[in-house]
């Protein structure tokens, strides 16, 4: 059993735990994931590393209510356990070498480039960060990525916070303006990664793709998170939970991986209602 230590509300549908699990901690890194079950009964799903603490041993998850378990998660509080929390799984972010890195998060992938921006810095890497969300309610982490960068763009799809317009603009303005980077690491929707992808093509410059959103079983037997690749023309099959979740942005077929990805919507939807309806009769 792992104790949840602190419970945050980051927006009314993402929530932050510190969750005590030593062995864990002392060995993450950043971009790679944990496997948690919230009770006996439960699912298994992967979440990803979104900090860690060594000396208090605890791991830093960050989630959005989308589904039954994390419904379920999310009413749990501090001091309250879950079942399993097993990890680090997954292969870190590759990060040495980097000298100049800009660092493109969309929505509750923030959390995942957060600890990347944070270990780079920690480097001495100059970090460029775009982070993106669809209004202002929905903003977080904006603190953590202005201590670690040395500029932030924040873009609002409606305006409401920061800048008007997606993560795709700001990106675009730097590279024709003549701004260089060894690496653009970008974690978020698979749309908005594919369009960071074609936005830095014709420039040349390495785009590092985070898979996490496909994943579901994290550890290859499902088969959800199988990925095509396009390897010097030839197509070739990985899965994002044993071989990534980090991969060459020009290289994923991310509208394959988009059809897959939809294959789940409804299912998600219905578990959510079941557990929402669950907790309501509790309530009662």
């Not at 509080?77 to 990890?87: A, L, M, P, S, W």
């Not at 974690?187 to 996490?212: C, D, E, Q, W």
């Not at 942005?249 to 990805?261: I, K, N």
């Amino acid at each position: 059993m792992y104790r949840i230590v602190e419970k945050k509300i980051l927006n009314p549908t993402v929530v932050q735990l510190q969750i005590e699990a030593p062995l864990v901690a002392n060995k993450a890194k950043p971009g790679q994931f944990i496997i948690l079950r919230v009770d006996e009964n439960g699912e298994r799903i992967p979440l990803t590393v979104a900090g860690t603490d060594k000396a208090a041993g605890t791991v830093k998850i960050i989630f959005q209510i989308v589904g039954g378990t994390t419904e379920k998660l999310s009413h749990k509080e501090e001091g309250e356990y879950i079942q399993d929390f097993v990890g680090p799984l997954g292969v870190a972010t590759h990060l040495d070498g980097l000298k100049k890195v800009c660092i493109v998060g969309g929505g509750v992938g923030c959390a995942i480039a957060m600890p990347i921006a944070e270990a780079l810095h920690e480097r001495g890497v100059e970090v460029t960060s775009i982070i993106g969300f669809r209004n202002k309610d929905l903003l977080i982490l904006e603190d953590e990525f202005r201590a670690c960068s040395s500029t932030l763009r924040i873009m609002t799809d409606d305006g409401s916070y920061g800048e008007h317009g997606n993560v795709t603009v700001p990106l675009k303005e730097m590279l024709e303006a003549g701004e260089k980077f060894d690496m653009i690491i970008t974690i978020g929707p698979l749309i908005m990664m594919k369009f960071v992808t074609l936005t830095a093509k014709p420039f040349g410059t390495p785009v590092t793709v985070s898979m996490n959103p496909i994943m579901i079983d994290g550890t290859g037997m499902c088969g959800g998170c199988r990925l095509t690749l396009n390897v010097d023309g030839k197509k070739v099959t990985k899965f994002a939970c044993v071989d990534g979740p980090d991969f060459n942005g020009y290289e994923v077929d991310f509208d394959e991986a988009m059809s897959r990805g939809r294959m789940y919507f409804d299912f998600e939807r219905h578990a959510h209602e079941e557990t929402c309806n669950l907790f309501k009769k509790e309530v009662q």
